[in-house]
């Protein structure tokens, strides 16, 4: 890596304003918002180059997700909103949820992370899946 180390920052802001106003200071910037439209979740959306969606694979998931994307591709191109698929189950059950979103035209990123125990646990102690 040419002797490169990757330098990470991370900052809490109380409102999505705050963080969109800082992006310029960065090369990339991650929002995590609200799983439902709320201004912010729509002001970063409408900033962001990606907007990446994760969702569970069962249709209680996928719906307010789809709910969510209907709501942020009204002000931006849905060409740039992607779901992300997590706690799935069986390679069935992958497969319908990509059909689903395929249906309402959005693409799915083509890897996901199965329920697995270790995964669950993690989460709960605020690691994540890279």
């Known amino acids: ?16 304003a705050l963080a969109i106003k800082k992006a310029t200071e960065f090369d990339m910037v991650i929002i995590d918002r609200a799983p439902h439209p709320t201004q912010g979740t729509l002001d ?13 694979s069962s249709m209680d998931d996928i719906e307010p997700s789809v709910m969510l994307a209907n709501k942020s591709a009204n002000s931006l191109n849905s060409d740039r909103i992607v779901f992300a698929l997590y706690k799935t189950t069986s390679e069935a059950q992958e497969r319908e949820s ?4 395929s249906q309402y035209g959005y693409e799915v990123l083509s890897a996901s992370i199965p329920v697995k125990t270790g995964y669950i646990d993690a989460f709960g102690h605020g690691f994540c899946a890279t």
């Open 1 to 16: 890596m040419a002797g490169i180390v990757p330098a990470i920052k991370t900052a809490e802001f109380a409102m999505a």
């Open 44 to 56: 970063a959306a409408k900033r962001s180059n990606l907007v990446i969606i994760p969702t569970g």
């Open 98 to 101: 990509r059909e689903t979103f």
